[in-house]
């Protein structure tokens, strides 16, 4: 059976994507399952950049294959902040409920029109000694005014979907693996993958 490891330790990252792989005959773990993999620095200036140095790094010291996603959330009326640092904005000890509010008390003044934003996720795939493959997914909506919903994890209470009146964290999570921006990146990986 083929080996991956998915170079992260957010659980919710893992649920979401080994499931997938899994029925195409792979044997999936996590940086959960690999202690001797240090956090790995995402120092980089993109999504893709940071993907494809967790990929590699986590991949050379594994000596298996990985795969590796930066994700996050682009805000338009904010010059497209959190961005590559959705998952420390405002500090790196805020939980993802301070973090929302944090973003929400900085759009209050920020009407309905304006709130554009998207989730976006870029996703590498590397082998031992190759270079990498890169997927992309993007996931447009807006900023809602309250956090509401308890599905999902980060901005998933204040993010409204393109197309829904209800934030993300208030979809159903089986629907939300089809929809989302590691939804569509995934999905391009494992058609890639066939």
């Not at 490891?5 to 940086?31: M, P, Q, W």
């Not at 934003?117 to 909506?141: H, I």
Request: glycine fraction near 8%.
């Amino acid at each position: 059976m083929n080996r991956l490891v998915i170079a992260t330790r957010n659980r919710g990252k893992v649920a979401e994507i080994a499931g997938l792989i899994e029925k195409l005959g792979y044997s999936v773990t996590s940086l959960l399952d690999a202690p001797q993999v240090p956090d790995i620095v995402e120092d980089a200036d993109t999504f893709e950049g940071n993907a494809i140095k967790k990929a590699v790094e986590t991949s050379q010291i594994v000596d298996c294959p990985a795969l590796a996603d930066d994700s996050g959330l682009e805000v338009d009326a904010l010059g497209k902040r959190p961005g590559i640092h959705s998952a420390r904005y405002g500090g790196d000890n805020l939980s993802d409920e301070q973090r929302y509010l944090l973003l929400l008390r900085e759009m209050r003044d920020i009407p309905n029109g304006k709130r554009t934003a998207r989730f976006r996720c870029a996703m590498a795939y590397v082998e031992p000694q190759s270079e990498p493959k890169l997927f992309n997914g993007t996931f447009e909506g807006k900023i809602g005014f309250t956090p509401v919903g308890v599905n999902g994890f980060g901005y998933d209470p204040v993010f409204i979907p393109n197309g829904y009146d209800i934030t993300l964290a208030e979809i159903p999570p089986d629907e939300k693996k089809k929809i989302s921006h590691r939804a569509k990146a995934l999905a391009a990986f494992v058609d890639w993958l066939r």
